[in-house]
């Protein structure tokens, strides 16, 4: 309710319209807050009228239908429960995702690619919109490393669970002797967030470069230099955008990646200075194998942080992702970064 009086009012500024995608950010948000306030209102209400009938009432006629009516009423807070997992100060917003092929050659480039359709799939199946900001094709198949904005309620509190290095086991199909290959394929994500929030990027801090880009965009990337790689000078990040059919606007996809990259350092110091103080001796280190993927010689997708397993590895593939996201969150529901 808090949550919900403090929107309203930023929304009732005279200016708050004048920035159009934080104003956009702050409805949305208002929308699904009241949403749940509503949501709870009706809860609170089914479970008064559910007491009122057996206090009142002896038929036993009512017994089976107020049992279902409760069994729905628990699922629907055991939801909201499950909710409370997204209390990181980030985890709403949209969610920068890149994937880049690790050892294994073409192998790897061509699993990079399979871990990209399978986020697409996902994002398509929870109504999310998705961006291309920037891609690197790889030299006989695949990709080399690919960018995505994926955008949609708790986007990055539901994506950040991906972050780390997955694994591929199976029979290459690139490979004459059809041989069992291992591939690997690292998954970043960081919240998107827009310039000028959070992070504090002074212009004498980077170096811009435009390039003529090689990606999709028509004939007018092939002619112009429209690609642009953003140098971020005191740390040697380096971060590129060339998708977009203007110089302009892949400068600003490749300033807000910087951002949020930057802003996954932060978050990683402030979290291993939280461990520090907690004395927890834990990894805050983003480059760990989290998954594998097992096409042969048997047929199994295995999270090692949570153990959850499936041998539905067609359907994660295909975008099935939710039972490792949240067995991933349920076991860290103290997230708060």
């Known amino acids: 309710m808090e949550e919900s009086q403090a929107l309203t009012q930023i929304s009732m500024q005279s200016d708050f319209w004048q920035n159009n995608l934080e104003a956009q950010s702050v409805m949305s948000r208002l929308s699904l807050v009241n949403g749940k306030i509503a949501l709870l209102q009706s809860l609170s209400k089914t479970i008064h009228d559910c007491r009122e009938i057996l206090e009142n009432f002896s038929d036993t006629d009512f017994g089976s239908e107020i049992s279902q009516e409760l069994i729905s009423v628990q699922a629907k807070i055991n939801e909201l429960e499950f909710e409370q997992s997204f209390n990181g100060k980030y985890d709403y917003s949209a969610a ?13 480039q061509d699993f990079a690619s399979m871990l990209v359709s399978m986020y697409l799939k996902w994002a398509d199946l929870h109504n999310f919109k ?35 290095v997955h694994r591929l086991v199976r029979l290459s199909p690139f490979d004459s002797d059809h041989a069992r290959h291992t ?58 955008s060339q998708t977009e059919r203007s110089q302009i606007q892949n400068k600003e996809s490749a300033m807000r990646i910087l951002h949020g990259k930057l802003l996954a350092i932060a978050m990683e110091k402030e979290a291993a200075e939280k461990a520090r103080l907690k004395g927890k001796n834990i990894s805050t280190s983003w480059g760990n194998q989290i998954r594998s993927y097992v096409l042969h010689p048997y047929r199994m997708v295995k999270d090692h942080r949570t153990e959850y397993e499936t041998s539905d590895t067609e359907g994660v593939l295909s975008g099935h992702l939710d039972d490792f996201i949240n067995a991933y969150l349920r076991g860290n529901i103290n997230h708060d970064i």
């Open 96 to 108: 920068i995702l890149s994937v880049h092929a690790g050892a294994g050659g073409v192998d790897s």
């Open 130 to 164: 998705t961006q291309i900001l920037d891609v690197s094709e790889g030299e006989e198949a695949g990709i080399k490393s690919q960018t995505l904005e994926i955008s949609g309620p708790y986007a990055y509190g539901n994506l950040r669970a991906e972050h780390g």
């Open 183 to 240: 591939s690997f394929a690292k998954v970043e994500v960081v919240p998107s967030i827009r310039e000028g929030t959070e992070i504090s990027i002074k212009p004498s801090d980077v170096r811009i470069e435009a390039f003529r880009s090689s990606g999709p965009g028509g004939q007018n990337v092939q002619k112009v230099s429209t690609a642009v790689r953003v140098i971020h000078l005191p740390t040697g990040m380096a971060v590129t």
